[in-house]
């Protein structure tokens, strides 16, 4: 599971590459090549932040 910090990193990058999750994956991996960011973690974190607001 994500923590609160990269929760955050998660969402800003969505954001940044205008909801596109490829891209967004493809940037996170770049920025953070120890951190394993799947399609299935990236949809999780957006989609939930998502129905919260």
């Known amino acids: 599971m994500v923590n ?3 929760r955050c990193e998660i969402i800003f990058v ?4 205008r909801r596109n999750f490829k ?3 493809r940037i996170l991996q770049e ?3 120890n951190v394993s960011y799947s399609p299935k973690v990236v949809k999780k974190v ?8």
């Open 4 to 6: 609160d910090q990269e």
């Open 14 to 17: 969505y954001g940044e590459c």
């Open 23 to 25: 891209q967004a994956i």
């Open 31 to 33: 920025r953070y090549p």
């Open 46 to 53: 957006v989609f939930l932040k998502i129905l919260v607001l």
